[in-house]
């Protein structure tokens, strides 16, 4: 009898794992761990399923790009719509349209200080000044200033002025507006006017610098009729 108990079960130690396990066929392998794809070998299917992850980010990069991108095509369009702006803005300024205050009261009672007025300067552009006309000219003695004066008379008029009153061509000058505490008692002329020249007054008579005593204004002189009286708005007129 052998005394050895390599080969002999014991009940009191636990029982080997592999005691009781039936070998595995040939050719097994064991289940993998959630669905696989059958089609795909286990190496294509991780790529597979990493592949999301990396859709996912690019598509938020390529999302990033196109704001970017329409956000520089708006900034773009903003800076061509300021430029084209400035340049309407010039040629208007330059050419259509000018924005003037009245500084004094020499045209008192029709306008009056720090009235705002929009000076029309094509109107001269495509036609002549007309006796009656507001215009706002440059000062023949100091062309860097402009005033603002009513034309009294134009070239080939004979012009006189008899204790305040104004002749044009021998006919007494209609000056209704002027109210009489702004009359003068002034004498000038009689003087034909030149070829090319205006003879312009303010409705202050008594209180205005004009050709009475600067003489005539040449026509290149004349910078635009003056339109309209915007401000203050309450007495917005034009003229």
């Known amino acids: ?79 061509k719509t300021l430029a084209s702006a400035a340049v309407y803005a010039t040629l208007i300024v330059t050419f259509g349209f000018q924005v003037a205050r009245v500084e004094g009261q020499s045209m008192a009672p029709t306008l009056q200080d720090q009235d705002r007025l929009i000076v029309n300067k094509l109107a001269y552009r495509l036609g002549d000044p007309h006796v009656g006309d507001i215009v706002m000219l440059y000062y023949p003695l100091k062309p860097e200033k402009s005033f603002v004066k009513r034309i009294i008379a134009e070239e080939g008029d004979q012009v006189r002025i008899v204790d305040g009153r104004v002749y044009r ?22 003087r034909v006017i030149d070829e090319g020249y205006y003879f312009v007054m303010g409705d202050h008579r008594n209180n205005s610098s004009d050709s009475r005593h600067w003489g005539l204004v040449p026509k290149k002189y004349i910078i635009g009729k003056v339109q309209l009286r915007w401000w203050p708005m309450a007495h917005a007129h034009v003229f």
């Open 1 to 79: 009898m052998s005394t050895s108990t390599d080969n002999q079960y014991d009940p009191y130690q636990p029982p080997d794992s592999d005691r009781f396990r039936e070998p595995a066929p040939e050719g097994y392998a064991p289940p993998s761990i959630g669905p696989a794809d059958p089609i795909l070998p286990a190496g294509e299917q991780a790529a597979t399923i990493a592949a999301p992850a990396a859709t996912e980010g690019r598509m938020a990069l390529d999302g990033s790009t196109v704001w970017l991108s329409r956000l520089g095509e708006e900034l773009v369009a903003w800076f």
């Open 169 to 190: 061509n021998d006919v007494p000058l209609d000056d209704s507006f002027v109210p009489p505490e702004y009359r003068s008692h002034d004498d000038w002329g009689p």
